[in-house]
Every structure is written in C-alpha cells, then in structure tokens.
C-alpha cells in the first residue's frame, strides 16, 4: 500500500524535487522517497530533518523570488528588447 504523506503532496504541489531536498537534508532521495511513501517508521527526528529542510528551501526560494520580481520591475515595459547587460542573461 502506497500512502501519500503531506511530504510528498508539498512537494509535488509545489514543484520540489527529491534531488532539492537531498542536497539541503543530508538524507539520501532514496530514503526521503522510502519515508514519504510510508516505507519507513518515521520518527521525531526524521521529522525535524526534513522540515528544517523545507524550511531552508522556503527561504532560498523566497530570496530567488525577491530577486526575480526586483528584475522583472527593473524590466516592465522593455521585456522584449535586446539584453543591455549581460550579467542578467545567466
């Protein structure tokens, strides 16, 4: 039997990858894909890793929202024009 956990409905719901999470859990996307499929007992301690780990992924992403929305009001207007300034075009 497949449970869908709340993890696992965050994540899709909201485009997180297993990969994102790995890199920021310290838990392989194997096991956070064994956990959130009720594969593994969780335990308090798994708990706090993973939502500390979302919690760091809300940050990063929200920062990444503050600098697109910075740029894109610096852009409204001329979105379609030629890139004057190459450090915005990585």
Excluded: C
Excluded at 8 to 15: E, F, K, P, V
């Amino acid at each position: 039997m497949v449970l869908q956990t709340n993890l696992r409905a965050l994540r899709h719901r909201y485009q997180l990858s297993l990969t994102e999470l790995e890199a920021v859990s310290s838990l392989s996307n194997q096991y956070i894909s064994r956990a959130e499929l009720g594969q593994i007992q969780p335990t308090k301690r798994l708990e706090e890793q993973l939502e500390s780990a979302v919690e760091r992924i809300i940050v990063k992403r929200e920062s990444t929202l503050r600098s697109f929305k910075r740029d894109f009001q610096s852009y409204k207007g001329r979105l379609l024009r030629p890139v004057e300034d190459t450090k915005h075009d990585e």
